[in-house]
T-cell receptor, first 113, second 115 residues
Framework: GENVEQHPSTLSVQEGDSAVIKCTYSDSASNYFPWYKQELGKRPQLIID?????GEKKDQRIAVTLNKTAKHFSLHITETQPEDSAVYFCAALNPGGGNKLTFGTGTQLKVEL | EAGVAQSPRYKIIEKRQSVAFWCNPI?????LYWYQQILGQGPKLLIQFQNNGVVDDSQLPKDRFSAERLKGVDSTLKIQPAKLEDSAVYLCASSLGAGGRNEQFFGPGTRLTVL
């Protein structure tokens, strides 16, 4: 089955700096890669996603890049703000076997003032 | 629109006891998912329903876990008997359909503590 690895597990940045979180996946058949933000004690919420036919997608301060050849994708947050502090999860969806979504282990992002 | 509802929000039980969780997906969403999220880890899919049929339950410990979605709307997840390692947040999610074109919306989760 699909295996998703995520790095780093924790990330601390100064307000205004950029943050980058990287994920790799194992199954080349995976074709959809969402990113979720989970604040403490709250539900995961989708913040951005990318499909395998696209190399990059941007939404205001958030961008995601995908390298299908290397099987890795990254989340980029620019001009970080304290409210960006949360746990971020990447995921990969494999269309085989019922379109199962496999999550990474999460990155705890802390934006310091 | 109303989001995914789950109850209870918190549950504390002793090992070997039974527990059940309830989920009401977003109206009109055909696909329903149950995930287990252990502290410090990402959600792990336990079971996926498409309407009232099971699409994937390959990671559901079937000797103790069961789930149903009889009328294709609400769902219940049961653990019987519970073990210490079942302590986790159980998240329910729903989507319009299956596949990458359908965003999964998560409920608030049920935090289970097994003593």
């Amino acid at each position: 089955g699909e295996n998703v690895e995520q790095h780093p597990s924790t990330l601390s940045v100064q307000e205004g700096d950029s943050a980058v979180i990287k994920c790799t996946y194992s199954d080349s058949a995976s074709n959809y890669f969402p990113w979720y933000k989970q604040e403490l004690g709250k539900r995961p919420q989708l913040i951005i996603d990318i499909r395998s036919n696209v190399g990059e997608k941007k939404d205001q301060r958030i961008a995601v890049t995908l390298n299908k050849t290397a099987k890795h994708f990254s989340l980029h947050i620019t001009e970080t703000q304290p409210e960006d502090s949360a746990v971020y999860f990447c995921a990969a969806l494999n269309p085989g076997g019922g379109n199962k979504l496999t999550f990474g282990t999460g990155t705890q992002l802390k934006v310091e003032l | 629109e109303a989001g995914v509802a789950q109850s209870p929000r918190y549950k504390i039980i002793e090992k070997r006891q039974s527990v059940a969780f309830w989920c009401n997906p977003i109206s009109g969403h055909a696909t329903l998912y149950w995930y287990q999220q252990i502290l410090g880890q990402g959600p792990k899919l336990l079971i996926q329903f498409q309407n009232n049929g099971v699409v994937d339950d390959s990671q559901l410990p079937k000797d103790r876990f069961s789930a149903e979605r009889l009328k294709g709307v609400d769902s219940t997840l049961k653990i019987q008997p519970a073990k210490l390692e079942d302590s986790a947040v159980y998240l329910c999610a729903s989507s319009l359909g299956a596949g990458g074109r359908n965003e999964q919306f998560f409920g608030p989760g049920t935090r289970l503590t097994v003593l």
